[in-house]
């Protein structure tokens, strides 16, 4: 069983920067992807980034060049850097990782960014 803690939420002001981390506990270990997803209100989940277990990343649209998405895999730990924080940008931030090798995958609760204008 894997479990996911998101943490580094908050209320930012627009033009700010917030870090957040997603720590997970339980063996992970093996070929794996990581990524954040986001939430708002009303919308569908939407996935904003991802990282391999090999450090390769993607990002949407809508995140590319402010976001960036980093991991140490020695201690399960997945980070995700936003600048240039926009209302827009204001959500439930999700972290997920899919086990290629077992093809499952787990989901954390959420951690709340909120960037006002």
Known sequence: QVQLVESGGGLVQA????RLSCAASG?????NVMGWYRQAPGNVRELIGSITS???TTYADSVKGRFTI???NAKNTMYLQMNSL???DTALYICNVFLVVVTRQYWGQGTQVTVSP
């Not at 033009?15 to 917030?18: H, I, Y």
């Open 27 to 31: 063996s992970i270990f093996g070929t």
């Open 15 to 18: 033009g700010g920067s917030l």
């Open 86 to 88: 926009k209302p827009e």
């Open 54 to 56: 090999d450090g390769l």
């Open 70 to 72: 980093s991991r140490d």
